[in-house]
């Protein structure tokens, strides 16, 4: 026994763990808490095969709201809790768009996936312009830059554009109008500013003179 506990190997090892043994409660600490997150990854998983639907995203909206329940019903001493209370906020605050990747297909459900989306994006409109930069086009477009497929053919576009109502395109279509006139000003704000004031100016003074009328008459 003397000569084994005097081994060099069997020292080196001893103090290996005497080294590590003061962070064990560190690691089942963080060993705990990474195990909510990993709990909640599940419950958050899309099924194989995949349908989007209501019925589903009220499932997991259901089982994810439970476990947050419990979590917080959980005896923990303060650090935990701190912890605990820290991960309940973060998805109270995105509850709001948390599960609607459950009810639209192809709606990305993590950042790495959306992410991933926005750079073929923009991958496709630098092939297309031939400039370095796009995000002109992401803020000029917004949303309906997602609808822009370069893979499509002319006859799946004039297809898919067909599921479309005259009432529903008309709607989208004023939005982005609205959008394209918001963009608008503000460039103009930016980089012809005294002439955006004076027109502003011209415009304020019709409408006063047309109320002045409007009242003597």
Not at 73 to 80: F, I, P, V
């Amino acid at each position: 026994m003397s000569e084994k506990g005097g081994h060099p190997l069997l020292q080196g090892l001893l103090g290996v763990v005497a080294v590590h043994r003061p962070c064990a409660d560190i690691y089942t600490r963080l060993k705990r808490q990474r195990g909510w997150l990993v709990d909640l990854e599940h419950l958050l998983a899309l099924p194989d095969p995949f349908q989007p639907s209501t019925e589903l995203a009220d499932r997991v909206r259901r089982d994810v709201k439970t476990y947050l329940d419990q979590l917080e019903r959980k005896d923990l001493d303060e650090e935990d809790r701190s912890v605990a209370q820290h991960l309940i906020q973060t998805f109270r605050n995105r509850w709001w768009g948390l599960f609607a990747c459950y009810q639209v297909e192809g709606l990305p459900r993590t950042n790495n996936d959306l992410e991933t989306f926005l750079r073929h994006l923009k991958t496709n409109q630098r092939r297309i312009t031939g400039r370095k930069a796009v995000h002109d086009f992401i803020l000029r477009y917004g949303k309906y830059a997602a609808f822009v497929d370069c893979a499509e053919s002319q006859e799946q576009l004039l297809a898919r554009l067909c599921q479309v109502s005259d009432e529903a395109f008309v709607k989208e279509r004023e939005a982005l109008r609205a959008t394209e006139a918001r963009l608008q000003l503000q460039h103009r704000f930016q980089h012809n500013r005294e002439t955006l004031f004076r027109e502003l100016e011209r415009r304020w003074e019709e409408a006063v003179n047309a109320c002045c009328q409007t009242k003597g008459g």
